[in-house]
Nanobody, 122 residues
Framework: QVQLVESGGGLVQAGGSLRLSCAAS????????IGWFRQAPGKEREFVAV????????YYADSVKGRFTLSRDNAGNTVYLQMNSLKPEDTAVYYC???????????????WGQGTQVTVSS
């Protein structure tokens, strides 16, 4: 049981950057993997990135690898998703989610934030 709140979304031009934050409440945040997923209108929710409970493992979707960087501040109970070289195709609602395993599967994450809108214009 973890409560998550995303922030940092907004409107940015192609090639720009945004930094998303996922703030967690609860005393066991560091024991959870935190995944980022995104969903555009009319499309399935898709995996973006995930970081392990200890922060030692990260995985990125091929579509964002090399552009997005995930980090974790366990003491502050916050996970950051630094998004650089943004493309219009990155436009979506971005969600962070907590799970007990470091996977890329949406179904492995039980607790979800409310989402934050990212819009990339050309």
């Amino acid at each position: 049981q973890v409560q998550l709140v995303e922030s940092g979304g907004g409107l940015v031009q192609a090639g720009g950057s945004l930094r998303l934050s996922c703030a967690a409440s609860g005393r066991t945040f560091s024991s959870y993997a935190i995944g980022w997923f995104r969903q555009a209108p009319g499309k399935e929710r898709e995996f973006v990135a995930v970081i392990s409970w200890g922060g030692g493992l990260t995985y990125y979707a091929d579509s964002v690898k090399g552009r997005f960087t995930l980090s974790r501040d366990n003491a502050g109970n916050t996970v950051y998703l630094q998004m650089n070289s943004l493309k219009p195709e990155d436009t979506a609602v971005y969600y962070c989610a907590a799970g007990r395993r470091t996977t890329m599967a949406l179904s492995d994450f039980a607790s979800w934030g409310q989402g934050t809108q990212v819009t990339v214009s050309s």
